[in-house]
């Protein structure tokens, strides 16, 4: 594959480091067991592994308990986890414009129950206004629920002051971390988060099927789990324990992907999360830099570099994003996305429903030689039109 540029980072993370594919292998080959389903070694094993994974994401994310880190298989299921096992008809939620449908979709089935839903509209530049949350809240809101990052135009959202607002009104915050886990500071008591939805397969450098959910203590007790079933614990029980994190966790897990999202979160710890940072962000301010100039693209951006993570979204005028996709593919072996990306509320937000844009999303092994290339593709493209 080395013919390929990849600049789909934003929906999956790759290459993933070699610390991730060797865990991987290890379990296969030597371990194979389930955790917690068993008392012989190897699955004593297994149930050590996926402990320290709860470990490693507990120091990232700042959490102290790494029991309070749950596992499901993608941000997505730990948001229908936080969303339909907190919120009730009656309630009242706030979320903004910028969602992807891992928070909207939920909250949309929630509001056809009687959920009272307010989105916040973002400005065109994708940015949310802590006032305007403060000015949402009501006697009745039960939480606030945000993105950290679009994945859209990458605009960061100011989480931190948004939970300090949650918290002094009593209300409890839940943060979409899909885009940011790996790539951004997140601690989550500094910033007064309640609920922390993350997935593995992205800047965490696990595997696809891994993610999870950090819970607050206290709130596994008000909290439904939304299946039941095996947990290993508690067996000679039919109710669902109601401890955390077996009250969440039925059924074997993806104890081979859970092994990889360990050493990829390990791998993240190495490096540093504000090194990882600064390289990605340096590679999309260049490729910002050189689409600057050519006037034919349309970029669709929060306009200062340290307020995004390193997804950048844009357009060649009278060009649609899908035949620029197919084009960049097929002639440059640049993979990239269209469309758009799950999240038609942002979208309509910046004034790109319903085409899209083209989105190149940057990792952590990209190249600037591969940045400028992809800048003379898209000359190129600009030319020939």
Same mark, same amino acid.
């Given at each position: 594959?080395?013919?390929?540029?990849?600049?789909?980072?934003?929906?999956?993370?790759?290459?993933?480091?070699?610390?991730?594919?060797?865990?991987?292998?290890?379990?296969?080959?030597?371990?194979? /067991?389930?955790? !917690?389903?068993?008392?012989?070694?190897?699955?004593?094993?297994? %149930?050590?592994?996926?402990?320290?994974?709860?470990?490693?994401?507990?120091?990232?994310?700042?959490?102290?308990?790494?029991?309070? =880190? $749950?596992?499901? #298989?993608?941000?997505?299921? +730990?948001?229908?986890?936080?969303?339909?096992?907190?919120?009730?008809?009656?309630?009242?939620?706030?979320?903004?414009?910028?969602?992807?449908?891992?928070?909207?979709?939920?909250?949309?089935?929630?509001?056809?129950? %009687?959920?009272?839903?307010?989105?916040?509209?973002?400005?065109?530049?994708?940015?949310?206004?802590?006032?305007?949350?403060? /000015?949402?809240?009501?006697?009745?809101?039960?939480?606030?629920?945000?993105?950290?990052?679009?994945?859209?135009?990458?605009?960061?959202?100011?989480? /931190?002051?948004? %939970? #300090?607002?949650?918290?002094?009104?009593?209300?409890?915050?839940?943060?979409?971390?899909?885009?940011?886990?790996?790539?951004?500071? =997140?601690?989550?008591?500094?910033?007064?988060?309640?609920?922390? /939805?993350?997935?593995?397969?992205?800047?965490?450098?696990?595997?696809?099927?891994?993610?999870?959910?950090?819970?607050?203590?206290?709130?596994?007790?008000?909290?439904?789990? =939304?299946?039941?079933?095996?947990?290993?614990?508690?067996?000679?029980?039919? +109710?669902?324990?109601?401890?955390?994190?077996?009250?969440?966790?039925?059924?074997?897990?993806?104890?081979?992907?859970?092994?990889?999202? !360990?050493?990829?979160?390990?791998?993240?710890?190495?490096?540093?999360?504000? *090194?990882?940072?600064?390289?990605?962000?340096?590679?999309?301010?260049?490729?910002?830099?050189?689409?600057?100039?050519?006037?034919?693209?349309?970029?669709?951006?929060?306009?200062?570099?340290?307020?995004?993570?390193? $997804?950048?979204?844009?357009?060649? #005028?009278?060009?649609?994003?899908?035949?620029?996709?197919?084009?960049?593919?097929?002639?440059?072996?640049?993979?990239?996305?269209?469309?758009? *990306?799950?999240?038609?509320?942002? *979208?309509?937000?910046?004034?790109?429903?319903?085409?899209?844009?083209?989105?190149?999303?940057?990792?952590?092994?990209?190249? $600037?030689?591969?940045?400028?290339?992809?800048?003379?593709?898209?000359?190129? =493209?600009?030319?020939?039109?």
């Amino acid at each position: 594959m080395s013919n390929i540029i990849y600049f789909d980072n934003a929906a999956t993370s790759w290459p993933k480091p070699k610390e991730t594919l060797e865990a991987m292998e290890r379990y296969f080959c030597d371990i194979g /067991a389930s955790p !917690g389903r068993s008392g012989h070694r190897l699955a004593i094993e297994a %149930g050590r592994e996926v402990l320290a994974t709860r470990e490693a994401l507990a120091e990232i994310f700042g959490t102290g308990d790494p029991l309070r =880190i $749950v596992f499901a #298989k993608n941000a997505t299921e +730990a948001l229908n986890i936080a969303i339909f096992g907190l919120l009730k008809p009656g309630d009242h939620a706030i979320t903004s414009s910028m969602e992807h449908n891992s928070v909207m979709r939920p909250l949309r089935a929630m509001e056809n129950r %009687g959920l009272e839903l307010s989105v916040i509209p973002c400005s065109l530049n994708g940015e949310l206004s802590p006032d305007d949350v403060v /000015a949402a809240i009501k006697a009745n809101t039960r939480a606030i629920i945000l993105t950290h990052a679009s994945n859209v135009t990458g605009a960061i959202m100011p989480i /931190a002051e948004i %939970g #300090k607002i949650a918290r002094d009104h009593e209300v409890l915050f839940c943060v979409d971390a899909a885009q940011t886990a790996g790539v951004l500071p =997140i601690q989550v008591k500094e910033m007064f988060i309640d609920l922390l /939805a993350f997935t593995g397969h992205k800047a965490l450098c696990g595997p696809q099927g891994t993610g999870g959910l950090y819970i607050r203590e206290g709130l596994e007790n008000i909290i439904r789990p =939304i299946q039941r079933g095996g947990t290993g614990s508690k067996s000679e029980f039919e +109710a669902q324990p109601d401890f955390i994190p077996d009250k969440y966790e039925s059924g074997t897990p993806n104890t081979i992907g859970l092994y990889g999202l !360990g050493a990829g979160v390990r791998s993240v710890l190495d490096r540093g999360v504000e *090194h990882i940072r600064n390289k990605e962000i340096g590679l999309a301010q260049h490729f910002i830099n050189g689409i600057k100039a050519m006037p034919e693209v349309v970029h669709y951006r929060c306009g200062d570099i340290s307020k995004q993570i390193a $997804v950048v979204s844009f357009n060649i #005028k009278g060009m649609s994003p899908s035949d620029l996709t197919l084009i960049l593919d097929e002639t440059y072996g640049i993979m990239c996305r269209s469309g758009l *990306h799950c999240a038609p509320s942002a *979208h309509r937000t910046i004034q790109t429903f319903p085409t899209g844009t083209v989105r190149f999303s940057f990792g952590y092994y990209n190249t $600037v030689d591969e940045v400028n290339f992809s800048l003379e593709a898209i000359s190129k =493209i600009i030319s020939s039109k």
